[in-house]
């Protein structure tokens, strides 16, 4: 069964996320596991703490619980028809979110996002950031203001220096729920062929069997990527973006923001981001 993780701290932007899971969620018939990261821990033996966390987790637990039934309640929706379980965790959001989905082994996370406004959040990235960096999994990013649409047209970017082949399988994965159109996009500043990019491309989408679904390679120019990447989507009228992440040492990335992470804060679409050499599927 495919399992999506959706992390939550009650604010909006957490709620658009759950919503587009749930939505994701019944289309795939997969379980989904909501999280909530009580932020910070306690090291000491004193018994007080010990009272403290465990009467910290049960409110947080019932909390979670209160705002599962009364959503489906809400929607006027069939908890039978997707399975929900509540999850609560002490630590700092972003690592805590990123270890519980690679040691649990999730399939997705979809995460809510918003922009960086603060300097700690500038310097360290906000949880979604971190949540992309770490986990190994697809992430989704989710805006506060993201509505649920089931995708039909999808925009994939590509660069000449992206190992994408296992990325695009993890696409091609996903996208059978979907068989949404798809165009593979690749930004340039100059006129340089991309030939073999595009038959890398191709290659990949036919290398199991012929694609259910319709692909098209295409070039774009624009000095600016991130604004070219936004601007072509909004023209196309995207339900989805994917975007490859490549990954850095964390005390390298502390220090840059990746294009896939910036396009991300620049548009309110729904934003898959995979890393660019991600692991086996688990057996």
């Known amino acids: 069964m495919i399992r999506i993780l959706v992390p939550l701290d009650f604010t909006k932007v ?19 596991t909501v999280l909530h990261v009580i932020n910070g821990s306690f090291a000491t033996s ?37 399975r929900c379980k509540a999850e609560v965790r002490f630590g700092v959001a972003g690592f805590t979110i990123a ?39 697809p992430v989704i990013l989710i805006h506060e203001n993201t509505r649920w649409i089931k995708p039909e047209k999808v925009i994939y970017t590509i660069d000449d220096s992206t190992d994408f082949d ?27 062929s991309i030939d073999s990019t595009r038959d890398a491309v191709i290659r990949e989408v036919f290398k199991h069997r012929e694609p259910d679904f319709a692909f098209e390679v295409k070039n774009i120019y624009g000095g600016d990527i991130v604004q070219s990447i936004v601007d072509y989507s909004i023209f196309e009228k995207a339900d ?17 923001r990746s294009v896939s992470l910036t396009t991300a804060e620049g548009i309110h679409l729904p934003v898959m981001v995979l890393e660019e050499n991600p692991p086996s599927d688990k057996k």
Do not use: P
């Open 166 to 192: 296992e990325s695009i399988d993890r696409y091609i994965k996903f996208n059978s729920f979907f068989k949404a159109s798809t165009d593979f996009i690749h930004v340039k500043e100059d006129d340089r």
């Open 99 to 137: 270890d519980y989905a690679n040691d649990q082994g999730f399939d997705y996370v979809i995460c809510g996002t918003r922009d960086s406004n603060s300097l700690i959040e500038r310097v360290l990235g906000t949880t979604s950031a971190i949540v992309t960096k770490q986990t190994r999994c």
């Open 14 to 32: 957490s709620f658009s996320a759950f919503n587009y899971a749930v939505e994701m969620a019944e289309v795939m018939k997969a379980e989904l």
């Open 240 to 256: 989805m973006l994917v975007m490859v992440h490549r990954k850095k040492s964390f005390l390298n990335s502390l220090f840059s």
């Open 46 to 82: 004193d018994s007080m703490f010990l009272d403290t966390m465990d009467a910290s987790h049960d409110a947080a637990s019932r909390r979670l619980s209160d705002f599962v039934h009364q959503y489906f309640a809400r929607m006027e929706k069939d908890e039978d028809k997707v």
